[in-house]
Nanobody, 124 residues
């Protein structure tokens, strides 16, 4: 499975961005698609995930109420709508594909396919 993330950019605090993740290849083998981020000098961390059939979603506490993950009608697209952005949201955002169980959705090690990342910068 190949994943391509896009949609990052520079935005002021309080603004919004929508990230896109385009999946190609044997996407039917995926159990979920996740978004992770890695800020400057920080470790990569879980942001959000959606089950491959769109049945369930999950979010890190620090984005609940601000970010929304969703699937596109074409099924090969996953979006991350980010509202009320804060400077601490500045990071490279990655989408990833998981072939293991939904229970492992927050684990970086569960994701075998990663996109190249898209930079999000939030200015204060």
């Amino acid at each position: 499975v190949q994943l391509q993330a896009s949609g990052g950019g520079l935005v002021q605090a309080g603004g919004s961005l929508r990230l896109s993740c385009a999946a190609s290849g044997p996407t039917l083998r995926l159990s979920s698609i996740g978004w992770f981020r890695q800020g400057p000098g920080k470790e990569r961390e879980f942001v959000a995930a959606i089950m491959a059939n769109g049945g369930s979603t999950d979010y890190a506490d620090f984005v609940k109420g601000r970010f929304t993950i969703s699937r596109g009608s074409a099924n090969n697209m996953v979006y991350l709508q980010m509202n009320s952005l804060k400077p601490e949201d500045t990071a490279v955002y990655y989408c990833a594909g998981d072939r293991s169980s939904w229970a492992a959705r927050k684990l970086i090690s569960a994701y075998g396919s990663w996109g190249q990342g898209t930079q999000v910068t939030v200015s204060s």
